[in-house]
């Protein structure tokens, strides 16, 4: 059973606006989280994390909210832009960073 | 920059060939991992390696061994390829909190 979700295969949003792509978790041993952007031939690429002591980190355009007693974890985009269009994951690892647990990816689309 | 690098980008095997996936890193990373991605299932951990000669078994780990003899190389090995390891692969290893992946391998088993 997997322990990271992403239950939106796929989400489509206008140039400019907020995305927001979300992820569930049900492991609460999990205690860093983070996401990746994926392009097509390419392997993912580090976004942003957020450790568990925090309910919110930002960097850039790119923020990220934690909600512990939901194991709910989100990641806004905005503004939104063609160039951020790939397949987002999001992950988690108990803290030993040996594991880490991928969600199933949401493939992000922004129409100019 | 880090980089991870594959050795082939696509890989077409028969069924029953014994199969090598190359992952090498610049960065003298200690953690070095393999996943396979397939649709709708993510990525999911089949091998990760602590050390040289280190090796834990992730969540899928069967019908594949690994084999780390140098810090820079882990290589995934499928000992009998079978159809249902069709999929792509990807290498990771992991500085600090982070991992940084290859580009991957896109093996087909006929």
């Known amino acids: 059973d997997q322990q990271v979700k992403q239950n939106s295969p796929s989400l489509s949003v206008q140039e400019g606006r907020i995305s927001i792509l979300n992820c569930d978790y049900t492991?609460?041993?999990?205690?860093?989280f983070l996401w990746y952007k994926k392009y097509p031939a390419e392997g993912p690429t580090f976004l942003i994390s957020i450790s568990s002591i925090k309910d919110k980190n930002e960097d850039g355009r790119f923020t990220v909210f934690l909600n512990k007693s939901a194991k709910h974890l989100s990641l806004h985009i905005v503004p939104s832009q063609p160039g951020d269009s790939a397949v987002y994951f999001c992950?988690?690892?108990?803290?030993?960073?040996?594991?880490?647990?991928f969600g199933s990816g949401t493939k992000l689309n922004v129409k100019p | 920059d880090v980089k991870v690098t594959q050795s082939s980008r696509y890989l077409v095997k028969r069924t029953g060939e014994k199969v090598f996936l190359e992952c090498v890193q610049d960065?003298?990373?200690?953690?070095m991992f393999w996943y396979r991605q397939d649709p709708g299932l993510g990525l999911r951990l089949i091998y990760f390696?602590?050390?040289?000669?280190?090796?834990e078994k992730g969540d899928i780990p069967e019908g594949y061994s690994v084999s780390r003899e140098k810090k820079e190389r882990f290589s995934l090995i499928l000992e009998s390829a079978s159809t249902n390891q069709t999929s792509m692969y990807l290498c990771?290893?992991?500085?600090?909190?982070?991992?940084?992946f290859g580009a991957g391998t896109r093996l087909s088993v006929l």
């Open positions: 960065m003298d990373h200690e953690n």
């Open positions: 390696s602590y050390d040289v000669k280190m090796k």
């Open positions: 492991n609460s041993m999990f205690d860093y």
């Open positions: 990771a290893s992991r500085g600090g909190n982070i991992q940084y």
């Open positions: 992950a988690a690892t108990p803290g030993n960073f040996n594991k880490f647990y």
